[in-house]
């Protein structure tokens, strides 16, 4: 049985670890439960078979792998707070969606090979732990081993911290700024009376990927659920653009556009639980001008 800690306790963290309990000592430490949410999140840890930790110290006694699941907003701050708490044989593995350069800042807090540079290569839902992650860092391959022994969906690649990072951020510029770009596109059609003509357009240029079935609402719901998140990861990717030489001005737009489909659903009273099972073309209704 491992000893495991998630710090994090949202959407990647609560599905893996809810997966690992059974066979392993799961512990979790999310500053929720430190807030009004509090009982909620202790009821969710009931849920998933796992203990809720009184403090972030308390979460990292004794785990031998301890995974930031936190936005991006917060992952620097997480791992300078968790650095100076860590003893001898504990990894901590950072899977947040941030500029390589941030990796590389957060590993500096720690004693060498203890920070392990993870990039989930895909959303966690609904694979769970089949969810394909790239590992980073001088001690990533032994890292990786131990992930694979535990049902992750683990591959070695590469000994630098930030490497792995790179390939999931410039990634984010084409998945994240779709998933804008879709919001945006069929949002418009909508208002204009057209969208059935707008996707049967794209359905005919990209067959492959389904525009006439379920995958345009699948990408606005990812906004809708997870936009002021995901602006967070599109900051980050504009920072790794910017240290390639790069402007990031399309991904400075999907930052934008990411978190303002969030922000117009609060300011009209709609959370995404209320659209569940989710519709997008009822969202565009609910969120009209």
């Known amino acids: 049985m491992t000893a495991i800690t998630f710090i994090g306790f949202g959407e990647a963290g609560g599905i893996f670890a809810a997966a690992l309990a059974g066979e392993n000592a799961v512990t979790v430490w999310d500053k929720k439960l430190n807030g009004p949410e509090r009982e909620a999140m202790i009821t969710k840890a009931a849920q998933a078979g796992v203990r809720a930790a009184g403090s972030l110290a308390q979460a990292l006694e004794g785990a031998t792998l301890i995974f930031s699941t936190v936005t991006a907003g917060e992952a620097a701050g997480v791992a300078a707070e968790a650095a100076p708490l860590l003893t001898a044989e504990q990894y901590f593995l950072d899977l947040n969606s941030v500029a390589p350069q941030t990796k ?21 839902p609904p694979a769970g732990l089949n ?3 790239l590992t980073g860092g001088p001690q990533a391959q032994a890292v990786t081993s131990l992930l694979t022994s535990l049902g992750f969906n683990a591959r070695y690649g590469a000994e630098r911290v930030g490497s792995v990072s790179a390939i999931k951020m ?19 059609a909508r208002e204009y009376g057209v969208e059935e003509e707008v996707l049967a357009s794209l359905h005919a240029s990209f067959p492959s990927l389904g525009w006439n079935a379920a995958f345009p609402g699948y990408l606005i719901s990812r906004v809708a659920e997870h936009g002021i998140r ?19 001005l399309m991904s400075q737009a999907t930052a934008a556009a990411q978190r303002q489909l969030p922000e117009r659903m609060a300011a009209c009273g709609v959370t995404y639980a209320q659209l569940e099972p989710f519709d997008w073309q009822t969202l565009a209704q609910k969120v009209r001008k």
């Open 104 to 124: 590389r800042q957060a590993a500096g807090y720690f004693k060498p090979g203890a920070y392990v540079d993870v990039a989930v290569m895909a959303p966690v």
């Open 230 to 248: 995901r602006s967070e990861e599109m900051e980050e990717v504009v920072k790794t653009l910017r240290d390639a030489g790069g402007e990031g």
């Open 131 to 133: 969810t394909p992650l």
């Open 170 to 188: 410039c990634r984010s510029v084409m998945i994240k700024g779709l998933e804008a770009l879709t919001t945006e596109c069929l949002f418009a």
